[in-house]
């Protein structure tokens, strides 16, 4: 079994926020790896779908759900472009997710400024893998919409 790296998933939830970018969609992407495979791809699609609550991570938790067929992903690892917000932290609290891995902070919306007690206790978090990436592509966003 070839071994990827966490730079290689989030690079692939990178690829998911740029299409997010160019649908007009807040960029942030998300992937979730089982065994070193990724079995869920998403990307924000609140604009497309009419949904507050279509952010990449609820949508990719909810394909990895159908993917296994368990509502529990305690053997997987999300990987997401930006810090899920209070919604997505407890989405992930109760689909018990191994770990999450994301890029840039959100100091207004994240979960970890509000409650870390909403990621579940046995969840691993690790943040900032390629922060200054996935922040770039936020920015020039909203530096687009301004224009």
Known sequence: MELYTDEYF???????AK?????NEIPVGAVI???NKII???YNQTEKLTDATAHAEMLALTSAANSLGSKYLNECKLYVTL???V???????????GEI???????????????ETIIHPKTKVKAGLMATEAKQLLDDFFK???N
């Not at 989030?10 to 998911?16: G, R």
């Not at 299409?19 to 649908?23: L, M, T, W």
């Open 40 to 42: 869920a791809r998403a």
């Open 19 to 23: 299409i997010a970018f160019e649908e």
């Open 83 to 85: 810090e899920p917000c």
């Open 144 to 146: 687009k919409l301004r």
């Open 33 to 35: 790896v089982c065994r």
């Open 10 to 16: 989030m690079n692939e939830a990178m690829k998911m």
């Open 87 to 97: 919604m997505c932290a407890g989405a992930s609290f109760w689909s018990q997710l």
């Open 101 to 115: 891995h994301y890029g840039a902070s959100d100091p207004n919306r994240g979960f970890a400024r509000l409650s």
